[in-house]
């Protein structure tokens, strides 16, 4: 069996090498075709390394090209997968990178479409049904979702029809270097700082640092704040105001050395999201043996109630849910860190998609 793996932007490529790996372990040939980042090489490299797995990259992101050369690369793409189409049993599209070029190829490819939906529409989208996510949805084959969550509400807004061509094919554990083995957790001391890692964003919730900083509980606590990632421009004025506020703030991307170094410390990951489907960011400190504490939005809430991990469920987005979950850290951490074990064990990719080639056979 063959199967092309479309990410024209290189959106999720930590989960586009996973998902790679998984299938060619279960004897599937994979066509990675994505984009060269400004910051993905070494990701790219380490995916041709895979046994069973054919890297095409072209220059398709704004990073590294103009938008009209971008356009002609991903044009391209395109022209290239209908033209040997006979050759793959599936052409799996992660995420639209511009719907309008891509659906007239995705109409000729339908019989062999599978269609990855993270989200159920755009975020940022105010409406309840994207169209063109529908329209592609409707094309496709089949309907891969990598979290409970996301494939119910997809269902909930777009109707139950979708149900029967649906699959779950979970996100597991995934590594910030490809290849470097889980980190078991021991129960850990009071941290030194609570810590956002990610791309900064407004849907990311953020803000909710501000109510950290000038919360007494946690300054009487003496844990420090910081925030890693690259900040989305429209936040320029949250970040100066956070800043001012005395958090650290490291504006950037974060090279494979600095943030080994930064999932190395004795640190507590703080996920403050307003709202999301699934975070690739959790399973990465789950594989890196990090605790982390979560806000009830999309699967994060469903993922630590599914291993008896409440204690790190914020009640709410408030500095006093955060200093609570602090406190149930330090009364209990041999409790906590041996049900973040069991959880880091039972998240596997050979464990939570064992059945994965069927599903891009079309009889899974």
């Known amino acids: 069996m063959r199967v092309a793996l479309v990410d024209g932007g290189s959106f999720v490529l930590p989960y586009d090498y996973q998902l790679a790996e ?40 704004r990073t590294v090209a103009p938008r009209w050369k971008g356009v002609l690369g991903y044009l391209l793409l395109w022209l290239g997968l209908c033209w040997r189409r006979r050759r793959f049993d599936a052409v799996n599209l992660q995420f639209l990178a511009g719907w309008p070029l891509e659906l007239p190829f995705l109409w000729a490819l339908r019989r062999r479409l599978v269609f990855t939906v993270h989200n159920a529409v755009p975020h940022g989208f105010s409406g309840q049904r994207h169209a063109p996510t529908e329209r592609i949805a409707r094309l496709a084959r089949t ?19 979708f149900r029967a061509k649906s699959r779950l094919l979970g996100i597991g554990l995934t590594p ?20 956002y890692w990610s791309t900064v964003k407004p849907y990311k919730g ?8 000038r919360s007494q509980r946690l300054r ?44 190395a410390r ?42 008896g991990l409440e204690a790190l469920l914020l009640q709410e987005r408030s500095a006093d849910a955060v200093a609570d979950a602090l406190d149930r850290l330090r009364r209990d951490p041999a ?30």
């Not at 409790?335 to 056979?361: E, K």
Request: proline share 6%; net charge negative; glycine share 10%.
């Open 22 to 61: 998984t299938l060619a372990a279960q004897g599937v040939e994979v066509e990675f075709h994505g984009s060269r980042t400004r910051y993905n090489g070494e990701l790219l490299e380490a995916m041709r390394r895979l046994p069973g797995v054919t890297v095409h990259d072209r220059a398709l992101s």
């Open 143 to 161: 309907l891969v979702f990598v979290s409970r969550f996301s494939r119910d509400d997809f269902i909930a807004r777009y109707g139950e029809a």
């Open 176 to 195: 910030v270097v490809p290849g470097l083995p889980p980190v078991p957790y021991r129960p850990a001391p009071p941290p030194e700082a609570l810590v």
């Open 206 to 213: 953020v803000e909710l640092f501000a109510e950290l900083a």
């Open 220 to 263: 009487d606590a003496g844990v420090g704040l910081e925030i890693h990632g690259a900040w989305a421009p429209e936040l320029a004025g949250l970040k100066a105001e956070l800043a001012g506020l005395g958090v650290r703030i490291e504006d950037g991307y974060l090279d494979p050395p600095r943030l080994l170094r930064l999932l």
């Open 266 to 307: 004795n640190v507590v990951f703080l996920l403050p999201y307003r709202e999301a489907t699934q975070s690739g960011a959790l399973f990465s400190l789950l594989h890196h043996g990090r605790v982390f504490l979560c806000t009830d939005v999309g699967d994060l809430g469903d993922f630590l109630r599914r291993f």
């Open 335 to 364: 409790a906590i860190a041996a049900a973040l074990q069991a959880a880091q064990d039972a998240s596997a990719w050979s464990t939570t998609n064992a059945g994965i080639a069927a599903v891009y056979a079309g009889d899974g």
